[in-house]
């Protein structure tokens, strides 16, 4: 079975062209794109904070270590299903970069929004709340575009070929 038929055959329970996919599910894999998101967000946010880079210089390393975190926390997964590296970064592109895209053009505009938030230190409070609603505003408005993509085997499907578990 290809990698697309695979991940179908795992989601749908219907006799449909369709996988149903149930928002807990969306949820999560949402939930474990944002969890790369975060880890790259928070660092790009500390690190351009702490050296006193520009905001757009602060946010555009902010994109790239998402980016990096998110794809390396798929790639992770599925390494550990022994495939060589080319096809788990194949994998990991096919699964999270439309994910993560969408997770990052709405964090950075909440973020970039908020009166004050890319000047405040790293000891402040508005620095965190604002990141941290940011995050949750890129969750929920992300899940509802996973879920129509895993119902079309793309986005986070493609990895359920590699890992059962999860």
């Known amino acids: 079975m290809d990698h697309q038929t695979h991940a179908g ?3 749908e329970h219907g006799g449909g062209h369709r996988a149903v996919v149930t928002w807990a599910a969306a949820g999560q894999a949402t939930l474990h794109c944002l969890t790369g998101c975060a880890i790259g967000e928070v660092l790009g946010m500390v690190i351009g904070t702490a050296f006193g880079l520009h905001n757009a210089a602060t946010v555009l390393l902010s994109i790239a270590l998402a980016f990096v975190f998110g794809y390396a926390l798929t790639m992770r ?6 495939v060589g590296l080319r096809t788990a970064f194949a994998v990991a ?3 999270d970069t439309v994910s993560i895209a969408l997770m990052e053009l709405l964090d950075n505009a909440v973020i970039v929004a908020i009166p004050g ?3 405040a230190g790293l ?7 604002s990141l ?9 408005l992300t899940t509802p575009v996973n879920r ?6 793309r986005g986070h499907a493609v990895v359920h070929h590699y890992h059962h578990g999860h």
């Open 148 to 153: 129509l993509m895993i119902s079309h085997g």
């Open 123 to 129: 000891t402040s409070t508005l620095f965190w709340t």
């Open 9 to 11: 055959h795992d989601l």
């Open 77 to 82: 997964g599925v390494l550990r299903a022994g």
């Open 117 to 119: 938030a890319m000047d």
């Open 93 to 95: 592109l096919a699964a």
């Open 132 to 140: 941290a609603g940011s995050l949750l505003v890129a969750f929920l």
